[in-house]
């Protein structure tokens, strides 16, 4: 069987060998090979699987790997899993699926939700940060190692006055 690509004539073993060079022993992406042949991505891929060739999976970013154990203790610690998903490289659904897989229960979006009752000593020292010392929500968010809304949300519960967007107050 004969195969023309780009004006250039291969017959099917010779095609073969040419493409399992470039793209699995050199490690070359699709449009690499296809900048080299002449031809697009598509066609590349076309021409791996006429010669019964396996792509590589697509998607999957090199060093997106989900490091277990660390996931679980960052996860325990507080972080979110759209976090945890940004520092592995990875999508947060996949977060979440190694983290199940792990015997890890996975927290409702609105875990900080479940105190019902008002914390005096917590309430005392968000109006510290924010209207004594001056702070701002995301400072007070870093600082605590929570997210930002659930400050926002929590200053507004205890009745905390916030100040609009880029006005810091100077601390008293």
């Known amino acids: 069987m004969v195969i023309k690509v780009k004006?250039?004539?291969y017959d099917k073993g010779e095609l073969r060998r040419l493409l399992y060079k470039l793209y699995v022993l050199e490690?070359?992406?699709?449009?690499e090979v296809g900048k080299e042949l002449g031809v697009?991505?598509?066609?590349?891929?076309?021409?791996?699987?006429?010669?019964?060739i396996?792509?590589?999976?697509?998607?999957?970013?090199?060093?997106?790997?989900?490091?277990?154990e660390v996931?679980?203790?960052l996860y325990e610690q507080g972080w979110s899993l759209e976090k945890l998903a940004r520092f592995f490289g990875v999508v947060p659904e996949t977060?979440?699926?190694y983290l199940l897989r792990a015997g890890v229960k996975i927290r409702n979006r609105t875990w900080w939700r479940k105190k019902r009752f008002i914390d005096?000593?917590?309430?005392?020292?968000?109006?510290?940060?924010?209207i004594k010392q001056g702070k701002s929500?995301?400072?007070?968010?870093?600082?605590?190692?929570?997210?930002?809304?659930?400050?926002r949300l929590m200053l507004r519960m205890y009745g905390v006055p916030l100040r609009r967007r880029g006005r810091r107050r100077k601390a008293m």
Do not use: M, W
């Open 95 to 97: 977060v979440r699926r």
């Open 7 to 9: 004006g250039k004539v």
């Open 137 to 151: 929500i995301r400072e007070i968010a870093k600082e605590l190692a929570i997210p930002y809304s659930v400050v």
């Open 54 to 68: 396996k792509s590589r999976n697509r998607g999957r970013r090199p060093g997106g790997t989900v490091n277990v």
């Open 71 to 73: 996931a679980k203790k």
């Open 40 to 52: 697009s991505h598509a066609t590349v891929l076309f021409l791996l699987r006429k010669c019964g």
């Open 120 to 130: 005096e000593e917590e309430k005392r020292l968000l109006r510290d940060l924010y």
């Open 27 to 31: 490690g070359k992406t699709l449009y």
